[in-house]
Nanobody, 124 residues
Framework: QVQLIESGGGLVQAGGSLRLTCAAS????????MGWFRQAPGKEREFVAG?????????????HYTDSVKGRFTISRDDAKNTMYLQMNSLKPEDTAVYYC????????????WGQGTQVTVSS
C-alpha cells in the first residue's frame, strides 16, 4: 500500500507559478512510477505529467507530459525524501483544476494509488 498526500495548491494570477508536492509513505517509493493528473469542473480527469522509476529496466527515469503543459510544467522526484514535485510556470486559467498525484508499480499497468487532491485556481 502507498499513501500519497498532495500540497502546494492555491490561487494564483495568470502567468504566475506554483509548485505542487506529493509526499509518499508505505512501500518503497523509488520502485514506483509517479504521475500528476488533474480534473477541472465538469470534465474528466486527465493525465498531466509522469516520471518513471529509475529502477525500471524499460525507460527508467524518463518523464512525459501532456502537450498542453510542455515547456511550462516540470515533474521531478527526490527518492531520498519520498517526494515528487510539479513545478508549474506560466499558469493559465485553463490550468484550474484539482491536481492529483498517483503511483504505479509498472509502466505496463494503470496508476492504482491516488492522493486526495489539491486545488489549483488560476485567475485571469
Amino acid at each position: 500500500q502507498v499513501q500519497l498526500i498532495e500540497s502546494g495548491g492555491g490561487l494564483v494570477q495568470a502567468g504566475g507559478s506554483l509548485r505542487l508536492t506529493c509526499a509518499a509513505s508505505g512501500r518503497t517509493f523509488s520502485n514506483y512510477g509517479m504521475g500528476w493528473f488533474r480534473q477541472a469542473p465538469g470534465k474528466e480527469r486527465e493525465f498531466v505529467a509522469g516520471i518513471n522509476s529509475i529502477k525500471w529496466a524499460w525507460n527508467g527515469g524518463t518523464t512525459h507530459y501532456t502537450d498542453s503543459v510542455k515547456g511550462r510544467f516540470t515533474i521531478s522526484r527526490d527518492d531520498a525524501k519520498n517526494t515528487m514535485y510539479l513545478q508549474m510556470n506560466s499558469l493559465k486559467p485553463e490550468d484550474t483544476a484539482v491536481y492529483y498525484c498517483a503511483a504505479r508499480a509498472s509502466s505496463f499497468i494503470s496508476y492504482d494509488y491516488w492522493g486526495q487532491g489539491t486545488q489549483v485556481t488560476v485567475s485571469s
